[in-house]
């Protein structure tokens, strides 16, 4: 009997979280490399000419042109045509969102690339190389080239990119069907070997019942504690989404964030980039003033707190406006970035804790509830 739960406990639990761990590490290094990423300069035709022989890191956003057989793809935008590498590459889709928190890249091959149309979007970020005399993005093992091909502005790519970076749900990754079969296996070779003897009929009734593990949650009653579990889980998803788009400016800061005049410096094409500090936000009825976008809309500023509005800045006393760079974030934060991502992770983990604990507790009524039934059946 304790073999039997040692293996549903190893196959259906250790095996899927180790996988979901290593999921959650991997988008964790995406939405690292594309934050790098967005402080590398864009690729231009003055850029290309100033480049050194031993290449550089650059970013670049052009529209889909044709792919090649030998895995190059080529991009292009109003002035320049760039070759790209694409051995190695880590190619992402990013669509637009069908409604909130629905949108999530996925990772594709690179020869799903021919069922594009011409002129799709394309980012692209990585070592620029000279290949067969002529500039190319390349992936290295110390520079990996990102490839998002995605929809909709350009100036929404960086928050849709880092908001949307994660998996849906990281318990069901590559490695749990795996765990699921082995499971099985192992249930069913335990039951095979205690079947001719009478003495061992429980061991054989609880590998049978061990076999259909995963689909326990999933079981009246307990399947409404499950539900419960998707809706918390899924929720801190988003706080985990807020946390990160709370610290989206922070990288362009030359210094740690701290007090209400934090000090900026030059985006990657020499802009000044900084914040400034309101008690409210300025009107949006001043001549020729943007309106200024809510990095994270649904919060609002604790008693005091007020707001830092990002964005470039032209001036003494003047209100940042929205930079050229359109990867640079513009929007206000209702408060310290910093303050504000360890609140939405705080919320995140007590929401995750909450949400498994629901699971277990759902799992172990299904569980009770089938072994109420076995004993009345006998």
Not at 60 to 66: A, K, P, Q, V
């Amino acid at each position: 009997m304790l073999v039997i739960i040692a293996l549903v406990f190893l196959w259906c639990g250790l095996v899927p979280v180790a996988g979901a761990f290593v999921i959650r590490r991997s988008w964790r290094n995406f939405r690292r490399r594309f934050d790098e990423l967005c402080l590398r300069p864009v690729l231009n035709y003055a850029a290309c000419q100033n480049t050194p022989p031993e290449g550089g890191l650059y970013r670049f956003i052009g529209g889909f042109e044709s792919l090649t057989d030998d895995q190059t793809l080529w991009i292009r935008s109003d002035t320049l045509t760039i070759p790209i590498a694409l051995k190695d590459a880590h190619i992402y889709m990013l669509p637009l969102p069908e409604g909130p928190g629905e949108e999530v890249p996925e990772r594709i091959p690179w020869d799903r690339l021919s069922t594009l149309t011409e002129g799709a979007k394309v980012f692209v970020g990585g070592l620029l190389l000279p290949l067969m005399e002529r500039w190319t993005f390349v992936s290295t093992k110390k520079h990996p080239l990102l490839v998002i091909f995605y929809e909709g502005p350009d100036t929404t790519l960086a928050t849709r990119a880092i908001r949307a970076g994660r998996h849906r749900n990281e318990y069901w990754n590559p490695v749990t069907p795996y765990g699921f079969i082995l499971n099985a296996f192992s249930q069913i070779s335990i039951a095979a070997v205690f079947l001719p003897r009478p003495a061992f009929r429980l061991t054989v009734i609880t590998a049978v019942i061990a076999l259909f593990a995963p689909l326990l949650p999933l079981l009246p009653p307990g399947v409404l504690l499950t539900v419960l579990y998707r809706r918390l889980w899924w929720r801190a998803r988003i706080f985990r989404a807020c946390r990160d788009l709370a610290r989206l400016p922070l990288k362009y800061f030359l210094t740690s964030f701290y007090g209400r005049h934090p000090l900026g410096s030059k985006l990657p094409d020499g802009e000044q980039y900084g914040t400034i500090w309101y008690e409210d936000l300025p009107a949006e009825d001043i001549p020729g003033m943007e309106t200024i976008p809510l990095l994270l809309p649904e919060l609002r500023p604790r008693q005091g707190e007020g707001w830092y509005v990002f964005g470039a800045l032209s001036g003494e006393g003047a209100v940042p406006t929205r930079p050229q760079d359109p990867f640079a974030a513009f929007g206000a934060l209702p408060g310290e970035p910093e303050a504000i991502a360890k609140r939405y992770t705080l919320k995140a983990y007590i929401l995750e804790i909450t949400g498994g604990l629901f699971l277990l507790i759902g799992m172990a009524l299904n569980l009770l509830f089938i072994t109420m039934i076995m004993y009345l059946l006998q």
